[in-house]
Nanobody
């Protein structure tokens, strides 16, 4: 089992920045890839970014490339999402999720944190 807790959401003006954190507990964190997903009202959940256990090869959705950066500190069992140049369309509930290495399904999810970007 892995427990995930997101933090760092809030209200920010367009063009501003936020850093989200995803703190994990349970099994060996470095064995898990972690992804960030988001869901806006009346829209399907969408992939934002992911990072494997070693911290290499991050992936990003086209909509956030060049603005968002994912990183992880395995010593602190935490994954970060630095969000810069925020846009109103980035408004959503952001979730972190974890999948064990070698698997394709994100089995563990956090409760989400609200990010609201005002224009």
């Amino acid at each position: 089992q892995v427990q995930l807790v997101e933090s760092g959401g809030g209200l920010v003006q367009a063009g501003g920045s936020l850093r989200l954190s995803c703190a994990a507990s349970g099994r060996t964190f470095s064995h898990f890839a972690v992804g960030w997903f988001r869901q806006a009202p009346k829209r399907a959940r969408e992939f934002v970014t992911s990072i494997i256990g070693t911290g290499d090869s991050p992936r990003y959705a086209d909509s956030v490339k060049g603005r968002f950066t994912i990183s992880r500190d395995n010593a602190k069992n935490t994954v970060y999402l630095q969000m810069n140049s925020l846009k109103p369309e980035d408004t959503a509930v952001y979730y972190c999720a974890a999948r064990y290495r070698g698997t394709t399904t994100y089995e563990y999810w956090g409760q989400g944190t609200q990010v609201t970007v005002s224009s």
